[in-house]
């Protein structure tokens, strides 16, 4: 799919730009049709001064440089073909499912272990998860880095590693540059951070306690480096369309607004965007808008506002909760020009765990906060368990589902409340790969007796904890 003609991937909706620009790299055509509908397999490399580069930092940048340098090793220096960064994003998807692998089937080679393989593969092998990797979209670097920090974790709690101390340096380390990758990934940090605090079960000296809360600074100081440098350059756009797509997606919103201090002109510009296509009564980049509308807009009042009109944010959380399992970016074409393809058109190549999703999973948010309740009573359970066997590895998987279920609940509350519903369906990414991980632990756990926290015989349960 993603290296043989006709080449699969994601097509450009103009977010490639910023991508582009960052690391030298050009359209090297601007037709219309390379918008939207096609996905565009050549790009130029800039040969001289790169005068549209900002400081503008993220690890997604690690991966697209690499791809660069083998570009120019295997094939030429002036144009890069987007096949060498789906390559590196798949080396690197390899070593995650690997792990991932591991962690839920090891040290066993069981018939029904085999099985779990299988399923492994069905889920997160899916076209909606990798078919990214031929584009500019942060969604790749996000779900590998995602897959890396369970995977990671879960060899630490099942003990199957030599060097715990590596391994925890090589989560924390993961970790941050999955919060890196996109400025949308800083609400992640408080999913990582509690799974982080099950490390601190691990290691029983003090020096090492103190290395894991010295990485646990880390990634709030990663969080609020990345909302600092990143999310403030977007804040008059994110705030604008919070209200825009959120505070007046309901009935009546003149009055409404009015109530908390905002002129009722403003309810005019429903559904409107920070950079309109058509025509708009008012520019939403003015210093007018500015200065009267955006500028009062601050996170204190939105959350104010909800607080007054409850039901309509609880409608908004369900307008999340029908994005979740839609995994694939909609907006843009698969295929490139040459595949003879209606414009738009979308492969349906290994798309069967992505198809049943989003057909049959229930489209509700009070759904996944009724999962996270059932999972959290099971776990806590396997997590009293094996406090009674002198046994981490219930400890560790109560934190990790924990950490997994706070990005489920959370992530869609802090979109709703800072983005509003605009380009929900990307946003709700890391949740339905939280969820899918968190399922496949359930399943693994449950397929191999795991699931109350009681250890089988074989495997190491009387380990002590590293020092």
């Known amino acids: 799919m993603l290296f043989i003609p006709p080449v699969n991937g994601l097509a450009d909706n103009g977010d490639f730009l910023q991508v582009l620009s960052q690391n030298g790299l050009y359209r090297l055509s601007t037709h219309g049709s390379v918008y939207f509908n096609y996905v565009i397999e050549k790009f130029g490399i800039m040969q001289f001064y790169n005068e549209n580069a900002v400081?503008?930092?993220?690890?997604?940048?690690?991966?697209?440089k690499a791809a660069i340098a083998l570009n120019k090793v295997f094939a030429s220096f002036?144009?890069?073909d987007v096949r060498f960064l789906g390559f590196v994003y798949y080396v690197f998807f390899l070593g995650a499912i690997y792990l991932l692998t591991r962690g839920l089937t090891a040290p066993h080679r069981h018939f029904r272990n085999y099985v779990l393989a299988l399923i492994i593969v069905f889920v997160f092998a899916d076209t909606a998860f990798t078919i990214p990797f031929n584009s500019f979209f942060s969604e790749a670097g996000t779900y590998i880095l995602m897959l890396y920090c369970f995977g990671l974790f879960l060899l630490i709690t099942r003990k199957l590693v030599k060097h715990y101390r590596l391994t925890t340096i090589a989560f924390f380390a993961a970790s941050l540059l999955l919060i890196a990758v996109d400025y949308h990934n800083v609400p992640l940090t408080l999913g990582l951070l509690i799974m982080a605090c099950g490390l601190l079960f691990v290691f029983k000296g003090r020096l090492a306690q103190v290395y894991v809360v010295i990485g646990m600074l880390a990634l709030i100081?990663?969080?609020?480096?990345?909302?600092?440098?990143v999310a403030t350059r977007y804040q008059s756009l994110n705030r604008y369309q919070a209200f825009t797509h959120g505070v007046l997606q309901t009935t009546e919103p003149s009055l409404k607004v009015t109530a908390g201090g905002i002129d009722s002109q403003y309810a005019l510009m429903k559904d409107n965007d920070y950079y309109p296509n058509t025509y708009s009564a008012i520019l939403p980049d003015s210093k007018y808008v500015h200065r009267h509308l955006i500028s009062k807009l601050n996170a204190a009042w939105t959350t104010g506002y909800y607080f007054n009109h409850f039901s309509q944010f609880l409608r908004l959380l369900d307008d999340a909760g029908k994005n979740v399992m839609q995994i694939r970016i909609q907006s843009v074409g698969n295929y490139d020009a040459t595949a003879g393809k209606l414009p738009g058109a979308k492969t349906q190549y290994f798309s069967g765990y992505s198809l049943l999703m989003q057909s049959f999973y229930p489209r509700k948010y009070a759904f996944n906060v009724l999962i996270m309740a059932a999972l959290l009573v099971v776990y806590t359970i396997g997590m009293v368990n094996s406090f009674r066997h002198r046994n981490i590895e219930g400890v560790l998987k109560f934190f990790l589902m924990l950490g997994l279920l706070t990005v489920v609940i959370l992530l869609p509350v802090i979109d709703i409340v800072s983005y509003g519903t605009y380009n929900l369906s990307r946003n709700m990414f890391p949740v339905a790969v939280s969820l899918s991980?968190?399922?496949?632990?359930?399943?693994?756990?449950?397929?191999?007796?795991r699931l109350w926290g009681m250890p089988a015989k074989s495997d190491h349960s009387g380990e002590k904890a590293p020092k």
């Not at 399922?439 to 007796?449: E, H, K, Q, S």
């Open 78 to 80: 002036h144009v890069f």
């Open 55 to 64: 400081p503008i930092y993220s690890s997604q940048f690690l991966f697209v």
């Open 221 to 229: 100081g990663m969080g609020a480096f990345v909302h600092q440098t």
């Open 437 to 449: 991980l968190a399922w496949i632990l359930l399943i693994a756990d449950w397929m191999n007796r």
